[in-house]
T-cell receptor, first 115, second 112 residues
Framework: DAGITQSPRHKVTETGTPVTLRCHQTENHRYMYWYRQDPGHGLRLIHYSYGVKDTDKGEVSDGYSVSRSKTEDFLLTLESATSSQTSVYFC??????????????FGEGSRLTVL | DQQVKQNSPSLSVQEGRISILNCDYTNSMFDYFLWYKKYPAEGPTFLISISSIKDKNEDGRFTVFLNKSAKHLSLHIVPSQPGDSAVYFCAARDNYGQNFVFGPGTRLSVLP
């Protein structure tokens, strides 16, 4: 199994509070991603990183920010949580292995409930 | 608009029979396709992939077929086993980089 750890695994918070989810990898992979999973939508990309301090927005980035100060850590921050951000969040990693190869490895997920 | 579609939210199959999960995509720049399997309360796990230069890839009981002209791929599981019961996600990557787009998933139930 790929060495990916997400924390916290479960969190309940109130609307308007800040929340930070952490993803830690031990694989030294260049690419890191944050996805959210919601019924009927599958996995949607929030933000991704292609190197230390190099990040970009995904499909559903509004209300989220990320930071990557070290290769192994990728943080997802909700500055002011809303009920629509109640979801299961997955971190993933990948490495560029050339054209037509390579896959994502996922963490166990972090379930966030915003009341 | 979804770039990767899985039009069947659920599928039930008898143990030992074939399971066929379908996926359609709209972006012709996708060059690499993957299937993931997800059990409840776990992260998705990689199952099988196929490059756009191929039309079939096989790994044990799992075979993925790609029809580029129709922008369609399918996952065949033969024979299906109860342990295959899970949600299956189709994903695609475009040839500009390492972004992966996922479909909404199909829940497969294999009945004993």
């Amino acid at each position: 199994d790929a060495g990916i750890t997400q924390s916290p695994r479960h969190k309940v918070t109130e609307t308007g509070t800040p929340v930070t989810l952490r993803c830690h990898q031990t694989e030294n992979h260049r690419y890191m991603y944050w996805y959210r999973q919601d019924p009927g939508h599958g996995l949607r990309l929030i933000h991704y990183s292609y190197g230390v301090k190099d990040t970009d927005k995904g499909e559903v980035s509004d209300g989220y920010s990320v930071s990557r100060s070290k290769t192994e850590d990728f943080l997802l921050t909700l500055e002011s949580a809303t009920s629509s951000q109640t979801s299961v969040y997955f971190c993933a990693i990948s490495e560029w292995t050339g054209m037509n190869t390579g896959e994502l490895f996922f963490g166990e997920g972090s379930r966030l409930t915003v009341l | 608009d979804q770039q990767v579609k899985q039009n069947s939210p659920s599928l039930s199959v008898q143990e030992g029979r074939i399971s066929i999960l379908n996926c359609d995509y709209t972006n012709s720049m996708f060059d690499y396709f993957l299937w993931y399997k997800k059990y409840p309360a776990e992260g998705p796990t990689f199952l099988i992939s196929i490059s756009s230069i191929k039309d079939k890839n096989e790994d044990g009981r799992f075979t993925v077929f790609l029809n580029k002209s129709a922008k369609h791929l399918s996952l065949h599981i033969v024979p299906s086993q109860p342990g295959d019961s899970a949600v299956y996600f189709c994903a695609a990557r475009d040839n500009y980089g390492q972004n992966f787009v996922f479909g909404p998933g199909t829940r497969l139930s294999v009945l004993p």
